[in-house]
């Protein structure tokens, strides 16, 4: 109740993007988990054209972020927004209809394209809109995203008792519904441009070291938050022999989220600069793969679910460590964003941290999963969990090293009015 109370408080605006978010993240969630599967299983193809289907749709996305951000400066986030869930919806709907390779690289590009350009341009309005409110409207954005994260794999799941088509028409669906509210109701808001061109927009922000050495400082979050649909699952699977312990993992920190962000981050809020919750976050994100190493050692398949409930435990405790981490640091990162350049260029800040951040993510999920693979092979299980944590600290240690050197803004705060 504390969550729609909040909510409330905010403008129209803030209100719609916040449930836009838990319907792309049910939408996105509803479906491509299960797109892998669809492709070899029922179309028969081979992993390697999988893999070319699949890293299309990362690429368009990752690598287009700064081209959405941009938009979202130059013709509104309103437009922007709109455009990119209608791209999604077509997009979804192509993967439901078409079975043939090229229109699966075209619906590939259209949903990879379509989070490029609403993506940024949602985190840029929600900046602009919620003024000195930045960090609450970014941890019950946070809420939102999580709990659609939840909500997603679980109606896939069922809809795929039925198929894979009636999964993807319903992700198309959701997005159909995006759009149209969206279109009915968010407010537009006028486009200010920075005077320059969009080549000279982009020179400006990556010519700003310090956003450049945050956005790197930062990766870890991204890396490690990405464990949560990869490593931590795996670690559940094999701590209890039981595939559903996945769905665990994704539980817990989906209740905690929603009983513990908000208060959390605005209680952080009043005590203390932003920047080290940001660093004591990330390192909390670090310790969380901690005790997932305690049960690295075991098998799977244990004798009783006596024994399945306590192998799972340090499973469970590292995902609510690794939530708990990016409640505390993730609202403040989103809060700093914006900060290191004038307004005109907030969605090309976001557009460009999610450039850099994306790729440098991508590498370090392609560590981890070389951790996973070669400590598989020579028997050291503790391997991929000690890599996150490294990973997980050198970012505490990097936003800490940026913070002590005053090169990180502070969030605005409300205007004092003039006496006369």
Not at 34 to 52: D, F, K, P
Not at 94 to 113: C, E, M, N, T, Y
Not at 212 to 220: N, Q, R
Request: proline share 5%; net charge positive.
């Amino acid at each position: 109740m504390k969550t729609w109370r909040e909510m409330r408080r905010f403008p129209l605006a803030v209100r719609l993007l916040l449930v836009n978010q838990f319907g792309v993240n049910t939408g996105f969630y509803l479906l491509v988990p299960y797109l892998a599967t669809h492709l070899t299983e029922n179309l028969g193809m081979s992993a390697a054209v999988v893999g070319i289907v699949l890293g299309v749709r990362n690429l368009s996305q990752q690598g287009l972020f700064i081209v959405g951000g941009s938009a979202s400066d130059r013709l509104g986030a309103r437009g922007v927004i709109i455009t990119g869930c209608a791209l999604r919806t077509a997009g979804f709907a192509l993967f439901a209809l078409g079975d043939d390779l090229a229109v699966l690289l075209a619906a590939s590009v259209l949903s990879g394209f379509a989070g490029a350009l609403f993506n940024p341009a949602v985190r840029a309005y929600i900046a602009q809109e919620a003024d000195e409110r930045k960090a609450e409207a970014f941890a019950l954005f946070n809420v939102f995203a999580t709990t659609g994260a939840l909500v997603g794999p679980l109606l896939g799941s069922a809809l795929l008792l039925v198929d894979f088509r009636a999964s993807a028409l319903t992700a198309a669906g959701v997005f159909a519904v995006l759009t149209v509210a969206q279109a009915l109701v968010l407010p537009a808001r006028k486009a200010a441009p920075s005077g320059g061109t969009v080549l000279g927009d982009w020179r400006e922000v990556l010519g700003n070291r310090a956003f450049l050495a945050f956005a790197l400082a930062v990766v870890g979050m991204f890396t490690l938050e990405s464990q949560l649909y990869l490593l931590l699952p795996d670690g559940a699977r094999r701590a209890t022999g039981w595939e559903g312990a996945a769905g665990l993992v994704l539980l817990v920190g989906t209740l905690a989220n929603l009983t513990l962000q908000l208060r959390l981050t605005r209680a952080l809020k009043e005590r203390g600069d932003r920047t080290r919750w940001i660093a004591a976050g990330l390192g909390l994100m670090a310790l969380a793969f901690l005790p997932p190493a305690l049960a690295s050692a075991g098998s799977a398949g244990p004798d009783g679910t006596a024994d399945a409930v306590l192998r799972s435990l340090p499973v469970l405790a590292g995902a609510l460590l690794l939530h708990l981490g990016v409640m505390v640091a993730q609202p403040f990162v989103m809060e700093l964003v914006p900060g290191f350049a004038r307004p005109e260029l907030t969605g090309t800040c976001f557009g460009i941290f999610y450039v850099v951040s994306g790729v440098a993510a991508a590498v370090g999920n392609a560590v981890v999963g070389w951790a996973m693979d070669a400590g598989e092979r020579s028997g050291a299980g503790w391997l991929p969990w000690a890599c996150c944590a490294l990973f997980g600290l050198a970012s505490a240690s990097g936003v800490t090293w940026l913070h002590r050197l005053g090169s990180l803004p502070t969030p605005s705060k409300p205007p004092v009015p003039a006496t006369a």
